[in-house]
């Protein structure tokens, strides 16, 4: 059951990690649109290279 | 870099990923635009330009790459676009997600059959994890529930506040004693589940909020002011009494006035229902709202502001909403029947335990605490939103705004459909309604001559006769005599289009513009076109079984060629304001539930007099700030889908409803007859919770 003291401290900081990625979404307005994001990807105006 | 200037154009016909293109494209290659970004989920544009960039410049920008636009004041609007009351929702929705997610591993493992010590930690853990998000993402209910205690009311978030509470409590003390049962998942599911509906229910709210906004910001009420002969733009709300306003050709009277230079004609249907252009002179009486068709007129302001017509309007539909009696919403009904039965039933449990049991005192709280967990109305706070933002979220797809959160269930309690003629079944702009009877010459010399004009008959001309294919024909010294018509020469012939008197020809009994090509002259007549959808909507209201009426302020003629035209059986010409009200008033005294689709200032009453009501985004804004929902598009055809998404969401609604009752139904028993373990209340409440959601999903 040793296994146990690494298993929950490393299944908490996972979960730590994906409430920061949250947060970090969620202040840089991602879901400020998310239909019009969620079509965006079918446009091939930046394909070849990042919009400047 | 000079600050440029931000603006916000409302896009409502836009859909896929080929308008944000074509739109972006569209604004990004016009002079002086550094940037265009398209929110979809709003349809907006905004456009980051240098400061002599003008909205109209880019709305016809627009109009010719084929998108519809309208401008958006953001200064209006700049409140909604950072929520931050939503965004602090979704944060809380997060935690509460994140700390559920976590808890439910070590809760797996209890349920599995950890025990003792190992049991005992998982427990500690939890309770670790728990505490300090149900202090954070539950604050929403505690401050609802305090709100509420103070006033001394007892609302839905009063049980849930004190279930949160108990079970927090009554869970730690028994990991302390290293007791078998803690609910701390229970806790967080119902806080997560709570939260979603909480949250849904705010962006719905948030829509109809920004929707009332964006509405106060169509319309960017501006004047051109003469003082000392200079033109100047200002906004309407700085015009005083006594100012000279000069009103263009194709302009709205922005306040109440004498003309006091010019002649022109004067469209009044807005305020009357009438089509027929009034020829107006020095001396005559305007009203806010009428639009100048043809020539300049000066004019003085006698009264703006709060005083003029426009606004003594405002304030009898005022009058009449607060008439309208408050309506109960089904959310409000259940809520108020189901709030004061979670504590009674948990403290009865409690009671009638201790008595089995004896005075055991842990065994009957624990017993106390699981009914409470399982009555709280989880299922309960989706059943509403989740319809509601599904229902709404497709009605703004089709173009479709709605301004008021109870809009949805009084729209499909309609059996009575009440239109207005002009500008609500007819585009309220004229076309061309003769040009068959022309030959083919004639019409590409009109078509030269109105080019030349902006004047809104000859630019409606010049439109019809493109789409028809006609190539102009070559003039020469082409002029505009301004209120008058255009002039040039064709073939050494003096060619003219313009007024009757100015031409040389003979007046017509309707709106028309008259060519002379030499010797003869030829006329060509308007008529108000068909708003597209409009034979569509009332066949399809008439097939759900709804009663439509058409209730105009027009000529009798005109309004019975319009009903025969869409086979409407019951209409009314010539009705004053009052009596389009008075035979909204008498409809619902007959015990019929009407929807009233209106745009004119003469509609205002009748619109707030109506059980619900819609009006188009060209309406003018007293109308729109009157009516409940709102058309954003041209067409017409939407009302007729969201008459029947109203009734099928509302029968969403009571379904929900009735399966979260179930749900109790089977388990509260459970629960009562001590049962129910941390387990079966985890089950019980996602399994209500999911499928309620996915039954307001398959909303079509």
């Not at chain 2, 806010?288 to 426009?310: C, F, H, I, K, M």
């Not at chain 2, 009914?371 to 979220?393: E, K, M, N, W």
């Not at chain 2, 959808?533 to 058409?550: D, P, S």
């Amino acid at each position: 059951m040793e296994v146990l003291a690494f298993l929950i401290p490393i299944a908490l900081f996972l979960g730590g990690l994906g409430l920061a990625a949250f947060f970090w979404a969620l202040k840089h307005r991602q879901y400020e649109d998310p239909e019009g994001d969620s079509r965006r990807i079918l446009n091939d105006d930046w394909d070849d290279q990042p919009r400047p | 870099m000079p600050k440029g200037a931000r603006l916000l154009l409302s896009l409502p016909t836009i859909h896929c990923a080929g308008c944000i293109g074509a739109v972006e494209r569209a604004l990004s290659q016009a002079q002086g635009v550094r940037s265009a970004r398209v929110n979809l989920t709003l349809k907006r544009v905004s456009v980051d330009a240098e400061p002599e960039v003008t909205a109209a410049a880019l709305i016809e920008r627009l109009r010719r790459a084929g998108y519809e636009a309208h401008e958006l004041d953001p200064g209006v609007l700049s409140m909604t676009e950072t929520d931050r009351q939503g965004r602090d929702l979704l944060m809380r929705v997060g935690v509460a997600g994140f700390a559920m997610m976590n808890i439910m591993i070590l809760s797996v493992a209890v349920w599995a059959g950890a025990s003792d010590a190992t049991r005992d930690m998982f427990h500690l853990i939890s309770a670790l994890i728990a505490i300090p998000t149900v202090a954070f993402a539950g604050q929403p209910f505690f401050r609802s529930a305090l709100g509420a205690l103070r006033a001394g009311r007892l609302n839905m978030d009063g049980p849930i506040a004190l279930a949160l509470v108990l079970t927090v409590a009554i869970s730690l003390y028994e990991t302390l004693k290293s007791g078998e049962h803690a609910y701390f998942e229970a806790v967080l599911m119902l806080t997560f589940f709570l939260l979603i509906g909480r949250y849904l229910d705010h962006r719905a709210r948030a829509l109809a909020r920004s929707a009332a906004q964006e509405l106060a910001a169509l319309e960017v009420p501006r004047a051109i002011r003469l003082s000392d002969g200079a033109e100047q733009t200002v906004p309407v709300s700085q015009l005083s009494v006594g100012d000279l306003v000069l009103v263009r050709p194709g302009g709205r009277v922005p306040v109440d006035g004498v003309v006091t230079a010019g002649r022109s004609e004067v469209d009044r249907s807005l305020l009357t229902g009438e089509t027929l252009p009034v020829v107006t002179t020095e001396g005559a009486q305007l009203s806010a709202g009428e639009v100048n068709l043809t020539g300049p007129l000066t004019v003085r302001v006698t009264a703006a502001g709060r005083d003029s017509s426009l606004h003594r309007m405002a304030d009898l539909v005022a009058a009449a909403e607060s008439a309208r009696t408050r309506y109960t919403t089904l959310a409000d009904r259940a809520a108020r029947a189901y709030a004061p039965t979670i504590p009674l039933l948990s403290l009865g449990a409690f009671f009638v335990w201790m008595w089995i049991s004896g005075g055991d005192l842990r065994l009957s709280v624990n017993v106390a605490i699981a009914t409470l967990i399982i009555t709280c109305p989880c299922a309960l706070g989706l059943a509403v939103p989740a319809v509601v933002t599904a229902a709404s979220g497709r009605l703004f797809r089709k173009g479709l705004l709605i301004k008021d959160g109870t809009a949805l269930e009084r729209l499909a309690e309609v059996d009575t459909v009440v239109f207005d003629k002009t500008g609500t079944l007819t585009m309220g702009a004229p076309v061309p309604d003769n040009l068959d009877a022309h030959p083919e010459q004639a019409l590409g010399v009109a078509l030269a001559l109105a080019g030349a004009s902006s004047h809104p008959l000859a630019r409606a001309l010049a439109e019809a006769l493109q789409a028809r294919g006609v190539r102009p024909a070559e003039i020469s010294d082409l002029r505009e005599a301004p209120g008058y018509g255009v002039q040039g020469t064709w073939q050494g012939r003096p060619v003219k289009l313009g007024r009757a008197g100015w031409v040389g020809a003979t007046h017509a009994a309707t709106t028309g513009a008259y060519l002379s090509l030499g010797e003869e002259t030829r006329s060509f007549i308007f008529a108000d076109a068909l708003r597209p959808g409009a034979e569509e909507v009332v066949q399809a209201l008439r097939a759900q079984g709804k009663a439509v009426w058409l209730i105009s302020g027009d000529v009798t003629a005109a309004v019975e060629a319009m009903a025969r035209r869409l086979g409407i059986e019951n209409w009314q010409a010539g009705a004053l304001p009052e009596e389009k009200a008075a035979r909204i008033a008498a409809l619902q005294d007959q015990g019929h539930r009407v929807l009233m689709v209106g745009d004119g200032l003469n509609d205002t009453v009748a619109l707030s007099a109506a059980h619900v009501s819609i009006s188009p985004a060209s309406a003018l804004d007293a109308a729109r700030a009157a009516s409940d929902m709102v058309l954003l598009g041209r067409d017409i055809a939407p009302i007729a889908d969201a008459v029947r998404m109203a009734r099928v969401s509302t029968r969403r609604i009571r379904q929900n409803f009735w399966q979260s009752g179930l749900y109790n139904a089977v388990f509260v028993p459970v629960a009562l007859l001590g049962l129910c373990t941390p387990l079966w209340a985890a089950l019980a409440m996602s399994l209500s919770s999911v499928s309620v959601s996915l039954n307001a999903l398959r909303l079509r």
